[in-house]
């Protein structure tokens, strides 16, 4: 089982930035990919940003040269630095995590609305 806690999320002016932050933590486990996924209301829930199994990094086509996703060394945590915002990033944002057994697990979400 792993856990997994967020914390960063906010209300924020249109063009101001945020930090998002996971960190995993558990018995055993060794992750595969992580990122972060975002869910608005009236929405699907979709990738905002995310390593990839290969170790790569996909961005969403909306939050391209605006938000970086980074890590720590032990791949444990993962970041999203959020700039430039507008109001339609407002969400509610998920850290997701997937192991290499195959499992999959969700943080509890955290609210980011950017408004003036």
């Known amino acids: 089982q792993v856990q997994l806690v967020e914390s960063g999320g906010g209300l924020v002016q249109p063009g101001g930035s945020l930090r998002l932050s996971c960190t995993a933590s558990?018995?055993?486990?060794?992750?595969?990919?992580m990122g972060w996924y975002r869910q608005a209301p009236g929405n699907q829930r979709e990738l905002v940003a995310r390593?990839?199994?290969?170790?790569?990094?996909n961005y969403a086509d909306s939050v391209k040269g605006r938000f970086n996703i980074s890590r720590d060394k032990a791949r444990t945590s993962v970041y999203l630095q959020m700039n430039s915002l507008k109001p339609e990033d407002t969400a509610v944002y998920y850290c997701?995590?997937?192991?290499?057994?195959?499992?999959?697990?969700w943080g509890q979400g955290t609210q980011v609305t950017v408004s003036s």
């Open positions: 390593f990839t199994r290969d170790g790569s990094i």
């Open positions: 997701n995590v997937v192991l290499y057994q195959g499992n999959n697990y």
């Open positions: 558990g018995r055993s486990f060794s992750i595969a990919a």
